[in-house]
């Protein structure tokens, strides 16, 4: 529980502007995986519809995934 909490705290000096809303928003987990997103990875922010389609940059349309989970869901994806 410490170190988790020392993390979070951690994460929040880390972050900026957008992806620390995310990790907030998201409470720190990837959701695509469920594991829990930290500095010793890297993130991924995702557009959820993409902005070729008509996406925003808006934090409701971004999520932040781990890079594998990112290059899987894009592996998935025939819409291009």
């Not at 907030?24 to 389609?53: E, F, I, N």
Request: charged share 30%; glycine share 8%.
């Amino acid at each position: 529980m410490y170190f988790e909490a020392r993390l979070d705290r951690k994460l929040k000096r880390h972050l900026r502007g957008k992806p620390r809303t995310l990790w907030g928003l998201q409470k720190g987990v990837c959701p695509r995986c469920s594991q829990k997103l930290d500095l010793r990875r890297s993130w991924k922010v995702h557009h959820v519809r993409y902005r070729c389609h008509g996406g925003s940059d808006l934090v409701d349309n971004l999520e932040l995934l781990h890079p594998n989970c990112h290059r899987q869901l894009h592996s998935r994806d025939t819409t291009g």
